[in-house]
T-cell receptor, first 114, second 115 residues
């Protein structure tokens, strides 16, 4: 069964601190893996994307890693800001004949406190 | 939100009433999707469309129907709303299948409450 599991479910950190979010997947066939950020009351927005041949990708203070052998990914946030408070969703893509199928994790809710 | 609008943004309705949610895009993308998002669950695909009048079921399609009469609009209908359909509904769009970084872009969501 295609699944994406994220940990922790929620996390509270102090502004300026770093944190790492985890994602394990069992999706096959694998096309790519994205991390989305979803602010409260908004739709998800893509942060990073990696194919199986890429093992790291950065977007400002966000760095994603991918280990295709162990089927694990992580999202590292450096020097957190209050605006980083959001849900972070790991999504694995399967390319189909018509469109693409996304398998979503349940998300990690991050709260950054001042 | 990548040229995607959803209407209404919020709706409260009663059990047994029909409800239609609208997704409108200005990107001329071929593929459109309807998802629902519930606490503790990842987004789950309800239905998707791969062209005008071409639609298919997702993993949670029971109780929902869709229609796409033109490229820019994708409608989701709950024929007889139930409390279990209380959720936040997201529309998404994407370009041609395949490609190295094919991406889905999401709308702002519609919060539906069925009493």
């Amino acid at each position: 069964k295609n699944q994406v599991e994220q940990s922790p479910q929620s996390l509270i950190i102090l502004e300026g601190k770093n944190c790492t979010l985890q994602c394990n997947y069992t999706v096959s066939p694998f096309s790519n893996l994205r991390w989305y950020k979803q602010d409260t009351g908004r739709g998800p927005v893509s942060l990073t994307i990696m194919t199986f041949s890429e093992n790291t990708k950065s977007n400002g203070r966000y760095t994603a890693t991918l280990d295709a052998d162990t089927k694990q990914s992580s999202l590292h946030i450096t020097a957190s800001q209050l605006s980083d408070s959001a849900s972070y969703i790991c999504v694995v893509t399967i390319v189909m004949e018509y469109g693409n199928k996304l398998v979503f994790g349940a998300g990690t809710i991050l709260r950054v406190k001042s | 939100d990548a040229g995607i609008t959803q209407s209404p943004r919020h709706k409260v309705t009663e059990t047994g009433t029909p409800v239609t949610l609208r997704c409108h895009q200005t990107e001329n993308h071929r593929y459109m999707y309807w998802y629902r998002q519930d606490p503790g669950h990842g987004l789950r695909l309800i239905h998707y469309s791969y062209g005008v009048k071409d639609t298919d079921k997702g993993e949670v399609s029971d109780g929902y129907s869709v229609s796409r009469s033109k490229t820019e609009d994708f409608l989701l209908t709950l024929e007889s709303a139930t409390s279990s359909q209380t959720s936040v509904y997201f529309c998404a769009i994407s370009g041609p299948a395949g490609g190295r970084y094919n991406e889905q872009f999401f709308g702002p969501g519609t919060r539906l409450t069925v009493l």
